[in-house]
Each structure stands twice: as structure tokens, then as C-alpha cells.
């Protein structure tokens, strides 16, 4: 297809055609059909002039951009002014408005130690007009007991859980071939090896 398409745009069509951009220049100076030749250069004039007309407006940010860039001013992190002022623009407008405060203040209680404020964040969102941060309270509220401890303590079961999640990558990994002997020797030869 890479030939294909390499022969297409050097040489046009089987070397018979010209290119298919000579066409499509052809084809936006105006030449669809027939035309007398004054049409066809007021239509070339009319067409050049919309090119030249330069769009005032400011080019559009990607979503990705402004996402990272409100996650930079959620935690706090250092900002230049055109990132402040994107921020102060898209405050403006409601949605964003809701959003941002409402993941604003969920990582302040977070990153804080009052667990009680967790309660107070979910009633405060839970009949949210955005359906996304509904579902989220609703999904903290099923799991609060667990919330509320990890914004109490300081201790983690990620260890734990990490090293749970490598015992069954390896048994996945023999799964039928070898019995449980192998299967705890490999963990142990693992962990003295990779660690």
C-alpha cells in the first residue's frame, strides 16, 4: 500500500495521470466544469482572497493540554500565566466550574487528615448536575469505610497487593503445566533474583 501510495503521489496514476495534487490545485482554482475564463479568475481571486483573510480567533487548546494544566492548578503545582489564564477562562463556565471545585476540594480531603470531611464532600455532590461526578460520589459512598481510612492513616496495603498481583502473573504464566512445588519455588527464586 506504502508503494502504492508513493507511486500515486510522485508520478500519479500508473505514470499516465498528473499527480493527484496538480489535480486537486487544478480543481480548487476553480475549474469544475466548464466555465468562461472571466468566471474562472474571479472565482481563483475569490478563493485567494479567502485565504488571505486571517481568523482572529484564538487557536483551540486539546483536551489533553487542558486537562493536564487543571490537574497542575488541582494540586497546586507551579504554573506560567498563560496556564493561569486558561484556568481563569474556562472558570467561566459552569460545568468546568462544578468540576473543578468539586475535584479541588476531593484532593484537598485527600491529601488532608480529616476524614470527616469526606461525608460532608459527598453530600455536598451527591445530587451533582453532572452525571460523571454523581456516578464518582456514588462510587465513594459504596467504598466509604475504606475512603475514610485512607485519609486517616498513613499505612498502605499496596505491598501487599503488588505482591499478590505478581504470584498470579506467574501462575497464569505456567498455568497447566506445573504443579504448586514449582510454582513456589519459581516465587522464591523470583524474589531473591529481581528484587
Same mark, same amino acid.
Given at each position: 500500500m506504502s508503494e502504492i501510495y508513493r507511486e500515486v503521489k510522485a508520478?500519479?496514476? #500508473? &505514470?499516465?495521470?498528473?499527480?493527484?495534487? !496538480? #489535480?486537486? *490545485?487544478? @480543481? @480548487? !482554482? &476553480? #475549474? $469544475? &466544469?466548464? $466555465? =468562461?475564463?472571466? %468566471? =474562472?479568475? *474571479?472565482? +481563483?481571486?475569490?478563493? !485567494?482572497? +479567502?485565504? +488571505?483573510?486571517?481568523?482572529? *480567533?484564538?487557536? @483551540?487548546?486539546? %483536551? *489533553?493540554t487542558i486537562s493536564l494544566i487543571a490537574n497542575k492548578s488541582i494540586c497546586g503545582k507551579k504554573m506560567n500565566n498563560e496556564e493561569k489564564d486558561l484556568i481563569i477562562k474556562m472558570l467561566r463556565l459552569e460545568w468546568f466550574k462544578e468540576i473543578y471545585t468539586a475535584s479541588k476540594n476531593f484532593y484537598r480531603i485527600i491529601k488532608g487528615d480529616d476524614a470527616a470531611a469526606i461525608k460532608t464532600w459527598i453530600t455536598s455532590y451527591e445530587k451533582s448536575s453532572i452525571g460523571k461526578i454523581r456516578t464518582f460520589v456514588y462510587g465513594i459512598k459504596m467504598d466509604i469505610k475504606a475512603v475514610a481510612n485512607s485519609i486517616a492513616f498513613d499505612v498502605s496495603n499496596g505491598i501487599v497487593e503488588g505482591y499478590v498481583n505478581k504470584l498470579k502473573e506467574v501462575k497464569r504464566s505456567m498455568y497447566g503445566r506445573a504443579k504448586i512445588e514449582l510454582l513456589k519455588r519459581k516465587m522464591v527464586l523470583d524474589t531473591i533474583f529481581f528484587n
Open positions: 508520478e500519479g496514476f #500508473h &505514470g499516465s495521470c498528473t499527480p493527484f495534487y !496538480d #489535480h486537486y *490545485k487544478y @480543481l @480548487l !482554482d &476553480g #475549474h $469544475r &466544469g466548464y $466555465r =468562461a475564463k472571466k %468566471i =474562472a479568475e *474571479k472565482m +481563483k481571486e475569490e478563493m !485567494d482572497n +479567502k485565504m +488571505k483573510t486571517v481568523d482572529n *480567533k484564538e487557536p @483551540l487548546i486539546p %483536551i *489533553k
